[in-house]
């Protein structure tokens, strides 16, 4: 948004960007349960008719996620919202971007560190398995690193953080997003995947877009892809990290949260600097 956009409001440059989405007309929490609905209904209907032409599990995810979406913009779209806003697609000062390089780096050490801790993801590891030729593999390394980040942090951090950010305090509209992000991944994962969503969070919340969110998510799910699909999966009971693995990676997850911690304080400096 201009300054001089801002100032109409009677908002300044430097004030952070959940303020700078109240100015615009929020959806309510009722148009945000009914656009959800709309995503999974649709969402249902394409993995459905993907199943008959295809038992790939790649396909269907990636049906499931463009279908989610796709509803979500059907409704938004329907309902004479502006998509753009609803999502928080609009642009962020480039210091945004190293910076979102560097935090979806930090967190991907936290997810390693977690992975010796808590177990390698079942789930990760049937859907490398299942991908049985080099053509299935590319489309996993696209639905994952690409087309996961794009959808999910468009309807989390864009449409349910943002709808929130306008009745709540930041840091509770952030919680409440992160929440619902682990829920979708599963109870096994919903407490892992609550903390790690959170710095995704306040970057889209201090930056007012989720462009840089998206390059967290897409630098975490891309190394994390490439590494299994370069190993050969084994199922997560036979692997043993050795001893001191789980002290080391309690240490490197420690480090990795304090770099994330503090890469969440540089987004708040970018957030209150003037645009030129």
Same mark, same amino acid.
């Given at each position: ?8 409001k009677?908002?300044t ?8 989405y ?9 148009a945000v349960v ?10 249902l ?10 038992e790939?599990?790649?396909v269907?995810f990636?049906? %499931?996620?463009? %279908?989610?979406l796709g509803?979500v913009?059907l409704y938004l779209t ?6 753009g806003?609803?999502?928080?697609? %609009?642009?962020?000062?480039g210091?945004f971007?190293?910076?979102a390089v560097?935090l979806g780096?930090a ?21 490398v398995t ?5 053509a ?8 994952v ?12 951090r ?5 709808t929130?950010?306008?009745r709540?305090? %930041? ?19 919903t407490?892992f995947?609550f903390?790690?969503?959170?710095p ?5 919340w201090?930056s ?6 998206i390059v ?6 891309l ?10 999966p084994v199922?997560?009971e036979?692997i043993?990290?050795?001893?001191g693995?789980t ?10 949260a304090?770099?994330a911690?503090?890469l ?7 957030s209150?600097?003037?645009k030129?």
């Open positions: 948004m201009r300054e001089d956009g801002l100032e109409e009677g908002l440059p430097g004030q952070p960007s959940g303020e700078n109240r100015a615009d007309r929020a959806l309510g929490l009722g009914a656009a959800f609905f709309s995503g999974l209904a649709l969402a209907i394409l993995t459905g008719l993907g199943s008959l032409v295809s790939s599990l790649t269907a990636l049906l %499931g996620e463009v %279908g989610f509803g913009v329907a309902s004479g919202r502006h998509v806003k609803a999502l928080r697609l %609009g642009h962020v000062p210091g971007y190293s910076l560097q780096i967190l991907l050490f936290g997810n390693l560190a977690a992975t010796v801790i808590l177990g390698p993801s079942v789930q990760d590891i049937e859907f299942r991908a049985q030729d080099t299935e593999r590319v489309a996993l390394v696209i639905a690193v690409l087309a996961a980040p794009v959808i999910e942090e468009a309807l989390f864009g449409l349910l953080q943002g929130l950010e306008a709540l305090r %930041g840091w509770l509209a952030i919680a409440v997003a992160a929440l619902a992000f682990g829920l979708l991944h599963g109870r096994e994962g407490l995947f903390f790690w969503s959170l995704l969070g306040w970057i889209t201090r007012g877009s989720i462009r840089p969110a967290v998510h897409a630098v975490n799910n190394v994390g892809m490439l590494g299994l699909i370069a190993s050969d199922e997560p036979s043993d990290y050795g001893p693995a002290s080391l990676a309690v240490t490197i997850l420690l480090v990795a304090y770099w911690y503090r969440c304080l540089r987004a708040d400096e970018l209150r600097r003037p030129q």
